[in-house]
């Protein structure tokens, strides 16, 4: 082997992520599984290194197992169209828009909740009891 070897303390110092991440990495897939040295540690090549750095993005983008799986195979055919990349982060992007609007939604029912109370009553007259408690009856729930 020629080049820099990564034990996988190194990966995990370099990249930020935990060894019992990679280690899950390896045994999903992710992540190709190592050589091994004499003493039966782990050695990475800076392929690995490159690989966990673009599943590590990736996650903090908040992409899925399967969808990186998919990018990780896509980009295995650089001569390839990107469409399917394309798609894969389209998706994902229409994912977070519809969670920011679920957060949005609940950032002002909290608020309007909190701003009904002042914090001076007894819990039997508290508007925020009193809110969560209507809000269920108010749309059928048991």
Same mark, same amino acid.
């Given at each position: 082997m020629y080049g820099p070897m990564f034990s996988i303390g190194d990966l995990s110092r370099r990249t930020g992520v935990k060894v019992p991440t990679i280690r899950y990495y390896e045994q999903t897939g992710l992540m190709a599984a190592p050589d091994r040295s004499e003493g039966n540690q782990r050695r990475y090549e800076p392929a690995d290194l490159? !690989?966990?750095?673009?599943? *590590?993005?990736? !996650?903090?983008?908040?992409?899925?197992?399967?969808?990186?799986?998919?990018?990780?195979?896509?980009?295995?055919?650089?001569? *390839?169209?990107?469409?399917?990349?394309? *798609?894969?982060?389209?998706?994902?992007?229409?994912?977070?828009?519809? !969670?920011?609007? *679920?957060?949005? !939604?609940l950032e002002e029912e909290l608020a309007r909740m909190v701003s009904a109370c002042d914090g001076h009553h007894p819990l039997g007259e508290c508007k925020v009891i009193r809110s969560l408690t209507d809000h269920g009856l108010c749309h059928g729930e048991h």
């Amino acid at each position: 082997m020629y080049g820099p070897m990564f034990s996988i303390g190194d990966l995990s110092r370099r990249t930020g992520v935990k060894v019992p991440t990679i280690r899950y990495y390896e045994q999903t897939g992710l992540m190709a599984a190592p050589d091994r040295s004499e003493g039966n540690q782990r050695r990475y090549e800076p392929a690995d290194l490159e !690989r966990l750095g673009f599943i *590590r993005h990736a !996650r903090d983008l908040g992409l899925s197992i399967e969808a990186i799986r998919e990018l990780i195979t896509l980009s295995a055919h650089p001569e *390839r169209p990107c469409a399917d990349v394309d *798609r894969i982060a389209a998706e994902h992007l229409a994912d977070v828009r519809a !969670r920011i609007a *679920r957060l949005t !939604r609940l950032e002002e029912e909290l608020a309007r909740m909190v701003s009904a109370c002042d914090g001076h009553h007894p819990l039997g007259e508290c508007k925020v009891i009193r809110s969560l408690t209507d809000h269920g009856l108010c749309h059928g729930e048991h």
